[in-house]
């Protein structure tokens, strides 16, 4: 008698068994799906990311070209007036033999040309008897100066130096008393 009741507890276990592994292998297809579409959808999110970084390059590309074109617009319209100007003191330059009322119109148009200059963030560097600076100067040559209040400082300026709105675009080029 023990032996039937081992046989029906065997084939209970059996039939209990397979349920299981279907189940599990139900849940197993169930997270594999979801694990599936998460990569789809991962995916599609990677690749418009990176077509929506792709198109931002190119169109600041683009910006960037588009400035660089047209950044001396501004500057180029404002001096249009001076050239203007330096066109008609030419033509009075070929009419006229008043030379002192030529010299003060090309003087009045220089005058003229700094001040847009000035405008626009230009500013020129003061360097004359000041102490030396190489943020700011370039020595071209050195010169022996008699008055020691002058050694280290610059003593000629053969080409002036310039900021544009604060910043160095251009040293000064100086000749250095020593």
């Known amino acids: ?63 960037a070209i588009e400035i660089r074109q047209t950044a001396g617009k501004e500057i180029i319209i404002s001096l249009l007036e001076v050239l203007d100007d330096m066109d008609r003191a030419e033509q009075q330059i070929a009419e006229s033999d008043d030379k002192k009322a030529l010299a003060e119109g090309v003087l009045l148009v220089f005058d003229k040309f700094r001040k847009i200059l000035q405008a626009k963030g230009l500013q020129a560097i003061h360097t004359l008897h000041t102490e030396f600076d190489v943020e700011k100067d370039e020595a071209v040559s050195e010169i022996h100066v008699d008055d020691k209040k002058l ?28």
């Open 1 to 63: 008698m023990n032996d039937p009741i081992e046989a029906e507890d065997l084939s209970i276990e059996g039939v209990n068994d397979q349920p299981i592994q279907s189940e599990e292998r139900d849940n197993e297809n169930v997270e594999e799906q979801k694990l599936k579409k998460e990569l789809e959808e991962q995916k599609d999110k990677y690749i418009r990311l990176f077509a929506e970084f792709d198109n931002y390059k190119r169109r600041t590309s683009k910006e």
């Open 151 to 178: 050694k280290g400082k610059v003593v000629a300026e053969l080409q002036k130096g310039y900021y544009l709105n604060d910043k160095l675009i251009r040293f000064a080029k100086v000749v250095v008393g020593k």
